[in-house]
């Protein structure tokens, strides 16, 4: 297909031309799908002849964006409650995102488990969601069977869609779960604010101590693990660069680690 760009002397005359084409002399409508055609080429040229293009947009769904979903305990007995955690990493700062989380239960159950909820980023893009699991996911969610769930999240954002997947197993019988450890942010400048959260460490009241590349941290307090064996605490990222290792250890020498990722304070979080 071929497409002229016309100046707008061309474009007067060409109306006419047109026009006359339509109506005849005596104005009577000859063709009318040629009118149509003075719309669409009024349409597609600019006032100063030239023709108008869309105006292209950053795609969120591109670049450092990064998405996840994690659910912990991975692994739990019949009839027991999980969580499941949604996250976006390096987003758009300040921004809500639409999250729909979607769990299948093993072949031939008929559990089927749909959430629907939204992550707020912050100022550095990133953002999390956790949501108990059933808890209130319609319409037909359980913990009932045996065998392999799975996860998923899209996450959406104007006309744009992104996933995530996990799964978790549930057991006739309880089975020791090791220490895990979740952090949000992963990844941030110098002086980020993250959100720790533990599971399956000693319980209860269990006195946690949190190492970030060896050196132990602390916002003023000393968290303990609840009756599940769950602590959460929030903590400041020292000075450092690279990659680095979150650990946390319950006075019993339980012990879970994670790695993330800091960078120099004018860097925004690369």
Do not use: C
């Amino acid at each position: 297909m071929e497409i002229n760009i016309f100046s707008r002397k061309s474009i007067k005359s060409l109306k006419t031309r047109i026009f006359t084409l339509a109506f005849g002399s005596t104005g009577r409508a000859v063709a009318t799908f040629t009118v149509i055609a003075i719309v669409v080429t009024m349409g597609i040229l600019g006032g100063s002849g030239k023709l108008l293009q869309p105006v292209p947009s950053a795609g969120p769904f591109v670049g450092d964006a990064t998405y996840h979903v994690m659910v912990t305990p991975a692994a739990i007995p019949v009839g027991h409650t999980t969580t499941i955690i949604a996250s976006v990493d390096a987003f758009i700062a300040n921004t809500v995102l639409d999250v729909e989380v979607t769990v299948v239960g093993p072949h031939g159950s008929g559990i089927l488990g749909i959430e629907n909820t939204t992550i707020s980023t912050d100022s550095h893009g990133n953002g999390y969601v956790m949501l108990a699991y059933p808890g209130s996911f319609k319409p037909s969610a359980s913990t009932n069977a045996v065998g392999t769930y799975l996860v998923s999240a899209t996450f959406t954002y104007g006309y744009t869609t992104a996933y995530a997947y996990s799964h978790f197993v549930v057991f006739k019988n309880a089975v020791f779960a090791a220490p895990q450890l979740y952090i949000t942010p992963g990844f941030g400048p110098v002086g980020t604010t993250v959100d720790v959260y533990g599971y399956h460490f000693a319980p209860p009241d269990a006195n946690i101590t949190l190492y970030y590349d060896g050196i132990a941290v602390s916002n003023g307090s000393v968290p303990k693990t609840n009756a599940t064996g769950f602590f959460s605490l929030t903590f400041t990222v020292p000075t450092s660069t690279g990659l680095n290792k979150v650990t946390a250890v319950d006075q019993y020498n339980n012990t879970a680690p994670r790695t993330s990722r800091s960078s120099h304070p004018h860097s925004q979080g690369r």
